[in-house]
């Protein structure tokens, strides 16, 4: 593993980089200026506590001197709905930490082993895990043990706080599938041979346009013990894919996960996908089928985001990103912190974690309209790597004062935050909270965090197609399927 012995990288990682589900942004320059200063940052604190610059920027007080440095930059380029509200020492106190109940609902990783490569769809993803993600670095010659359930179990519970996770599924066909149920099954039982019996979840892969997926959701709840179903109604066996509440697809895949007793639904929507129909990745019929199944809990990936698209104030006329999902919101008659549809952050957050006042809009948002007990934690991870990073900037963003007058958004509490982290996503799923909580104080997991954080050894490395170039790799390797 490359240990950038020098410092180079920033533990908050502000790059281009994506999760190949879109052309991947170039940086500002307000952006480069500020990881620019960062580093020049970390180098002055570093040697003010008499320490390497690496080994600072392995500490929580490396992180929050880089935030720090970001909020320096934005202000002077004139952002004034969000910072990052840390104390102006923070650089200092290494012991700087929160003790939220983590529960990311968004996590994925790859059979490194499995016949997948086999199949069509599956040579396809065998070309972008090679040739696209920097994470291909850290694998030896055409192996794929850098995905693997090892690298997902260091990055996501020893290399951040994350409490719990759910490992998530992928699209593909029967045997093109990167992470066959087997294997998310495999990766639950090695989390629990740690001893983290409460840690791990999966979700049921449906793809209902399918031959045969109504039928092995059976399979799934009974025999693998699913915790949600996981659907990409964008994809189609022939190209084509279904709404969520159409009476052909989408209406049977719900009235089958009721039959199951399964009634957690995981859609990915907005993130509109190249090669397939756009219609497909509109998050309006999630609302739609949310409102006719009040019994299911429907949880919105990506809550309807498009890159490129500027967040800004809710404006029901605009048919883009987060106001999209709002306005069907509204138009289904949810009202804030009541009712079974919930947006998540997955990619979202990080998208727009570098933008402070596109930040500030979209959590605004969120928080205005669906209010602080409907929104779910999910990172994304392992396509960015570790998601420490965007943790710790979601520990400490705040909207500013300004725009909470201006708009109405209610504040980022310390409440609200700890909803979002876990609470929300963990009453949704059902979880054993005082179980987990007591897990995350004592169990072996818990204890084997303690012991890496004594000698962390984070790679700080962001995965995923950083340029144009490499993301129309991706998207020829893939025809545009989604990751």
């Given at each position: ?9 920033l533990p ?5 980089a ?5 052309v ?16 020049s940052?970390a ?14 920027l392995?500490?929580l ?8 440095a ?16 840390l104390p ?15 529960f ?10 499995g016949k ?8 396809l ?24 359930a090892?690298?997902?179990i ?7 706080d ?15 599938n ?13 989390v629990?041979?740690?001893g ?5 979840l ?10 045969g997926?109504l039928?092995f959701?059976?399979?799934l709840?009974?025999h ?16 084509k ?8 697809y ?20 907005g ?7 756009y219609?497909y ?21 990506h809550s ?7 967040e ?7 048919d883009?990103g ?13 009202l ?7 947006a ?7 998208y727009h ?6 930040a500030?809009?979209?959590m605004?948002?969120l ?13 994304d991870?392992?396509?960015?790597g570790?998601?420490?990073d965007q943790?710790?900037?979601m520990?400490?963003?705040?909207i500013s004062e300004?725009f ?10 310390d409440?609200a ?14 979880l ?9 104080k004592?169990d072996p ?30 998207r020829?390797g893939?025809?545009?399927?989604p990751?």
């Amino acid at each position: 593993m490359d240990l950038d012995p020098n410092g180079h990288r920033l533990p908050i990682k502000v790059d281009s980089a994506t999760n190949g589900e879109y052309v991947p942004q170039p940086l500002s320059d307000t952006a480069r200026i500020a990881n620019a200063h960062a580093r020049s940052l970390a180098a002055e604190v570093a040697r003010r506590l008499g320490m390497g610059r690496r080994a600072f920027l392995k500490t929580l007080a490396g992180s929050a001197a880089t935030l720090l440095a970001f909020n320096q930059v934005h202000a002077a380029a004139g952002a004034r709905g969000g910072r990052f509200d840390l104390p102006a020492d923070a650089a200092l106190d290494q012991d700087l930490a929160g003790d939220e109940l983590i529960f990311d609902i968004q996590t994925h990783c790859v059979d490194p082993t499995g016949k997948w490569r086999e199949g069509s769809e599956g040579k396809l993803w065998a070309q972008v895990l090679q040739q696209v993600f920097p994470q291909r670095q850290k694998c030896k010659g055409d192996e794929y043990a850098c995905y693997s359930a090892e690298q997902l179990i260091k990055e996501v519970f020893l290399d951040s706080d994350t409490t719990a996770a759910v490992v998530s599924a992928l699209w593909g066909g029967w045997d093109s599938n990167p992470t066959p149920i087997e294997y998310a099954a495999e990766t639950r039982a090695i989390v629990q041979r740690m001893g983290g019996a409460y840690r791990a979840l999966i979700h049921g892969g449906v793809l209902p346009n399918q031959p045969g997926a109504l039928d092995f959701m059976d399979v799934l709840a009974r025999h693998y013990g699913v915790s949600a179903w996981k659907t990409y109604p964008q994809w189609g066996p022939d190209g084509k894919g279904y709404f969520m509440d159409d009476e052909r697809y989408g209406i049977p895949l719900v009235e089958k996960a009721r039959n199951l007793g399964v009634k957690v639904i995981c859609a990915h929507r907005g993130l509109p996908l190249g090669g397939l129909d756009y219609r497909y990745s509109h998050p309006a019929d999630i609302a739609r089928v949310a409102a006719r199944y009040p019994d299911v809990s429907f949880i919105c990936y990506h809550s309807g985001f498009e890159p490129g698209v500027d967040e800004g104030p809710y404006r029901p006329e605009q048919d883009q990103g987060v106001d999209r999902l709002i306005r069907a919101h509204h138009e289904q008659g949810f009202l804030p912190n009541r009712g079974n549809l919930y947006a998540e952050l997955g990619s979202v957050w990080r998208y727009h974690m570098s933008r402070p006042d596109q930040a500030a809009h979209f959590m605004g948002k969120l928080l205005k309209y669906f209010g602080e007990q409907r929104i779910c934690w999910g990172t994304d991870a392992l396509w960015y790597g570790s998601p420490q990073d965007q943790i710790q900037a979601m520990r400490s963003f705040q909207i500013s004062e300004h725009f909470q007058e201006q708009y109405g958004y209610p504040a980022l509490t310390d409440v609200a935050r700890r909803r979002i982290f876990g609470l929300n996503a963990a009453e949704a799923y059902g979880l054993d909270l005082p179980a987990l909580r007591q897990a995350a104080k004592s169990d072996p997991v818990a204890r084997l965090k303690a012991e890496y954080a004594a000698e962390p050894n984070p790679s700080f490395r962001t995965y995923g197609p950083k340029t144009r170039r490499e993301f129309l790799r991706l998207r020829a390797g893939s025809e545009g399927r989604p990751g």
